[in-house]
């Protein structure tokens, strides 16, 4: 079965320092990667995916992740957030043609 | 173009109380999922449909029922709601097809409490 894991529960950072947010998935092949942001509230916004191809992918709001098979990772990085980026992020994997399976995400704190 | 719907947004329910939690999406998707949110354990999935007429369990599926006698319609059910389903619950859909890169999209979701 697929499984998530994000170890961080909780991270803070400062305004202009750079993020990254880790992912560890455990799947048989390669699965479908996906982060999604999720404001206080709000439903669930998808950030960047990875289906297959280029390993480092492009997402929205300045975010990237790479895919790093070796080591069953798909981390988030920003090079500097803004206090905007505060949220909660989810890590998501699926085969295609199952359901996602999530993380238990991790919440981002922005202080100035 | 409005997606995936959720109805109703809020809810508050009694112990014991019934309700049904509609999904509806105008995208033609096979697929169609219900995930619950708590806090610290992300989305769980509850009941899932790969297809009209079809549903599947879960992670999460007791003490919840499921309909899809519509493809764009996607039901949640509580027979006898319980406080350990508060809960923010998420509607999604999905289009399998391996050609397409695509991902689920997601309802703004409902918030239920069960008091």
């Known amino acids: 079965a697929q499984s998530v894991t994000q170890p961080d529960i909780h991270i803070t950072v400062s305004e202009g320092a750079s993020l990254e947010l880790r992912c560890n998935y455990s799947?048989?092949?390669?699965?479908?990667l996906f982060w999604y942001v999720q404001s206080p509230g709000q439903g669930l916004q998808l950030l960047l995916k990875y289906f297959s191809g280029d390993t480092l992918v492009q997402g929205i709001k300045g975010f990237e992740a790479e895919f790093k098979r070796s080591q069953s990772s798909f981390n988030l990085r920003k090079p500097s957030v803004h206090w905007s980026d505060a949220a909660e992020y989810f890590c998501?994997?699926?085969?295609?043609?199952?359901?996602?399976?999530f993380g238990k995400g991790t919440r981002l704190s922005v202080i100035a | 173009n409005a997606g995936v719907t959720q109805t109703p947004k809020f809810r508050v329910l009694k112990t014991g109380q019934s309700m049904t939690l509609l999904c509806a999406q105008d995208?033609?998707?096979?697929?169609m999922y219900w995930y619950r949110q708590d806090p610290g354990m992300g989305l769980r999935l509850i009941h899932y449909s790969v297809g009209e007429g079809t549903t599947a369990k879960g992670e999460v599926p007791d003490g919840y029922n499921v309909s899809r006698l519509k493809k764009q319609n996607f039901l949640l059910g509580l027979e006898s709601a319980a406080p350990s389903q508060t809960s923010v619950y998420f509607c999604?859909?999905?289009?399998?097809?391996?050609?397409?890169?695509?991902?689920?999209?997601f309802g703004q979701g409902t918030r239920l409490t069960v008091v």
């Open positions: 799947y048989g092949a390669t699965p479908y």
């Open positions: 998501a994997v699926d085969s295609g043609n199952t359901p996602l399976v």
């Open positions: 999604a859909s999905f289009d399998p097809r391996p050609h397409l890169t695509t991902e689920a999209f």
């Open positions: 995208m033609n998707h096979e697929y």
